[in-house]
Antibody, heavy 118, light 109 residues
């Protein structure tokens, strides 16, 4: 069965960086992309970006350009999302989700809470 | 960028039909996907490509899309359907490849 398992919660200070992992299983990793979505406390879903599992091509939300990097390790079927220069408004639950081409997000990770606080 | 507009809340009695709308400019020309999110849980896909259901999703969940409005319909609503619902499209013409609606809180009275 398809599973996306994310790394555990993190507490970071403002200005620091965080790297969240998303380990996929149950499908051919290189045949799908991984989309990253975050959700601030009490808020809606915000798209962060997408990475191809096939060739590593990326597309980032404009507001995060320069602070976010998404990568994959096909040898371990793992996607990573690194966010730098953290601010308090980056406090959120971060999700990875699988998608095939520009289609629905059919499987989601369990979420990773990142708390940014001094 | 492309904007999707959802009502913040919808209330319905058990056994009745809930309709959650998602408005967008010519949204009928796009494929709309719907997600259900219960408190403390990750979103779950309930309808994709306007009207198709993933395996395991009850037939009570259905969708439609035309003109400037897409609609998620939940028939014979149950207490367990109480959740936040989000619509989503892909929009390659804007700076946001993936666009979500603001979400609708479904309350079962």
């Amino acid at each position: 069965q398809v599973q996306l398992v994310q790394s555990g919660g993190e507490v970071k200070k403002p200005g620091a960086s965080v790297k969240v992992s998303c380990k996929a299983s149950g499908y051919t990793f290189t045949s799908y992309g991984v989309t990253w979505v975050r959700q601030a406390p009490g808020q809606g879903l915000e798209w962060m970006g997408w990475i191809s599992g096939y060739n590593g091509n990326t597309n980032y939300a404009q507001k995060l350009q320069g602070r976010v990097t998404m990568t994959t390790d096909t040898s371990t079927s793992t996607a990573y999302m690194e966010l730098r220069s953290l601010r308090s408004d980056d406090t959120a639950v971060y999700y990875c989700a699988r998608n095939y081409l520009l289609r629905e997000l059919d499987y989601w990770g369990q979420g990773t809470l990142v708390t940014v606080s001094s | 960028s492309y904007v999707l507009t959802q009502p913040p809340s919808v209330s319905v009695a058990p056994g009745q039909t809930a309709r959650i709308t998602c408005g967008g400019n010519n949204i009928g020309s796009k494929s709309v996907h719907w997600y259900q999110q219960k408190p403390g849980q990750a979103p779950v896909l309930v309808v994709y490509d306007d009207r198709d259901r993933p395996s395991g999703i009850p037939e009570r969940f259905s969708g439609s899309n035309s003109g400037n409005t897409a609609t998620l319909t939940i028939s014979r609503v149950e207490a367990g359907d109480e959740a936040d619902y989000y619509c989503q499209v892909w929009d390659s013409s804007s700076d946001h490849l993936v666009v979500f609606g603001g979400g609708t809180k479904l309350t079962v009275l």
